[in-house]
């Protein structure tokens, strides 16, 4: 089992930015791909980005991609989300999960170990 535990988010005005943390415990945290999710009220469970378990290697949703950064820290056993250039459209819980394969996949059904979200909201 691996337990992860969101933290970082809030209200920010539009343009501004937050940092996301994962914190890992439990099994090896660096035998798992990392991935960002965010659901919006009324909204499926969305990707935002992933990353290899070693940080090599990175993926992002088109519509974050330029304005978000991913990175992790293996040795803190801790996963990151950098954001800027925040928008309205980017307000939703954010959950950060951790799959064994690799970090390609995107659909929330491919990732086994879920944090408990954390809220980040937007104001135009």
């Known amino acids: 089992q691996v337990q992860l535990v969101e933290s970082g988010g809030g209200l920010v005005q539009a343009g501004g930015s937050l940092r996301l943390s994962c914190a890992a415990s439990?099994?090896?945290?660096?035998?798992?791909?990392m991935g960002w999710f965010r659901q919006a009220p009324g909204k499926e469970r969305e990707f935002v980005s992933s990353i290899s378990r070693s940080g090599g290697s990175t993926y992002y949703a088109d519509s974050v991609k330029g304005r978000f950064t991913i990175s992790r820290d293996n040795a803190k056993n801790t996963g990151y989300l950098q954001m800027n250039s925040l928008n309205a459209e980017d307000t939703a819980v954010y959950y950060c999960?951790?799959?064994?394969?690799?970090?390609?996949?995107?659909?929330?059904?491919?990732?086994?170990?879920w944090g408990q979200g954390t809220q980040v909201t937007v104001s135009s």
């Open positions: 439990g099994r090896t945290f660096s035998n798992y791909a």
């Open positions: 999960a951790a799959r064994p394969g690799s970090l390609w996949q995107t659909g929330p059904q491919e990732y086994d170990y």
